[in-house]
């Protein structure tokens, strides 16, 4: 192979699944069975799903490629097929040297052996040898921090702590292209900024990475080159600033929602007043930490009802469904027969970097009893940033107090301990200065 050869050449790839559609009135074994022997050569219908078309694609070795993509845009599907775990339908893919992955938690790995065993077991499968694998096991173990649970089963494992053993194991073993997954978002924040320094290394010593996340500023940290996927094709590839950018443009939809049709918890809610759009911030739903950003929702009052004011109340939640703040505003009054647009502030700065979403509710207040007007679970998702032109991620408002000590203590402190005015607890239970 020369220097110039490439780790990963993708060339027309496709990859069909068929979907099987079967009579719903056919619910049971019986009726199944009886079904099939009055039409033996029947198999229904079914329906021919491209999860990839058409893909020609070149990786080059020591780079760090991020795929991007909405769900069920086809990523895991490339990965899977990039692995060697399922067959492309049509077109080639050419790899040039050892490929290691985390797709799944628990792939690649057997539930019933003992962590110690999968880690051998999983290189094994990389084509590694037993003294490969004992040079680096180590290494392995310290990483993902698992020295008390290497001798019980798999099956024991937390999902976090399974993620951690296959990265450790997909990271040391000596593979020359290594693929993750966003099954790495299972485990938690200090584990992740390990990886992604760990694969910071990697590439710094030649190692092809392939990085799928939905994680913005983790992509942007570890890659220089991002390509987008949408319904199976590949429709964009550049450097991840601009693919990065077009994606956000792709989920503007996202953020920037008709909720006209969206379906209510209950059916007499929306009758009076309803909310027709939310947005947040503007069309991208990127959203920087140390900037200000609004929150618009478009509400159309077709009623009347007791009492003019409003309450509206929204409530930022993280993408795994975790309540972050709630934000209430009373005594909105909205013109009968208009369209209004409200404006609220969001203050991105008290929100962590990450993927979040809205809930929001519009109600009346009479003599103390609370009347539902709209109420929307799940809308306007958006992500925060971090400000990449700071070198803090966010800065708090803080109180310093200063105490001066008297002379004569700090004197005779001094001469016997440089731990000047710590405070100490004497036997008696009464504080006093260390000397």
Request: aromatic share 6%.
């Amino acid at each position: 192979m020369s220097s110039d050869a490439p780790a990963i050449r993708i060339r027309g790839l496709g990859k069909r699944y068929r979907i099987a559609h079967r009579d719903a009135q056919h619910i049971t074994l019986a009726e199944t069975m009886l079904q099939r022997l009055r039409h033996p050569m029947s198999r229904g219908q079914r329906e021919d799903f491209w999860a990839l078309r058409d893909i020609d694609l070149d990786i080059a070795r020591g780079e760090a490629l991020g795929i991007l993509g909405r769900n069920g845009a086809g990523k895991s599907t490339l990965l899977k097929v990039l692995s060697r775990i399922t067959h492309p339908t049509t077109g080639e893919v050419d790899l040039y040297g050892r490929v290691g992955g985390l797709l799944e938690v628990g792939t690649g790995f057997h539930p019933e052996l003992t962590g110690r065993e999968n880690v051998y077991l999983n290189g094994s499968i990389l084509g590694m040898r037993t003294r490969e694998i004992d040079q680096r096991f180590d290494e392995i173990v310290d990483f993902a921090g698992a020295e008390r649970f290497l001798d019980t089963p798999l099956k024991r494992f937390s999902s976090g702590m399974q993620v951690r053993l296959a990265f450790s194991v997909a990271a040391f073993l000596d593979t020359e292209i290594l693929i993750i997954d966003e099954v790495l978002a299972v485990g938690d924040a200090d584990f992740q900024a390990k990886c992604l320094g760990k694969m910071g290394d990697l590439l710094n010593g030649g190692r092809t990475v392939l990085f799928v996340s939905h994680n913005a500023s983790a992509v942007a940290q570890l890659t220089q080159r991002c390509v987008l996927l949408d319904a199976g094709r590949l429709v964009a590839d550049g450097p991840t600033a601009d693919v990065l950018a077009e994606y956000s443009k792709a989920r503007e939809r996202l953020n920037d929602v008709s909720t006209w049709d969206l379906p209510r918890p209950e059916s007499h809610l929306g009758t009076i007043v309803k909310l027709a759009r939310v947005r947040v911030g503007d069309s991208s739903g990127v959203i920087p930490q140390t900037t200000q950003s609004n929150v618009q929702l478009e509400v159309v009052r077709t009623g009347s009802f007791d009492g003019d004011a409003l309450r509206v109340v929204y409530r930022i939640l993280r993408h795994d469904g975790i309540p972050v703040g709630t934000a209430i505003t009373s005594g909105v009054v909205l013109p009968a027969g208009q369209r209004s647009v409200l404006d609220f502030e969001l203050a991105s700065a008290d929100l962590a970097p990450g993927h979040y979403y809205l809930a929001i509710w519009i109600d009346a207040g009479l003599e103390g009893v609370v009347i539902p007007l709209d109420h929307l679970p799940v809308t306007a998702h958006f992500q925060v940033v971090p400000d990449a032109a700071s070198p803090f991620a966010h800065v708090w408002a803080n109180d310093w107090g200063v105490t001066t000590l008297p002379s004569s203590t700090l004197s005779a402190c001094s001469a016997k301990d440089p731990a000047v005015g710590q405070h100490a607890t004497q036997p008696d239970g009464q504080h006093g200065e260390r000397c």
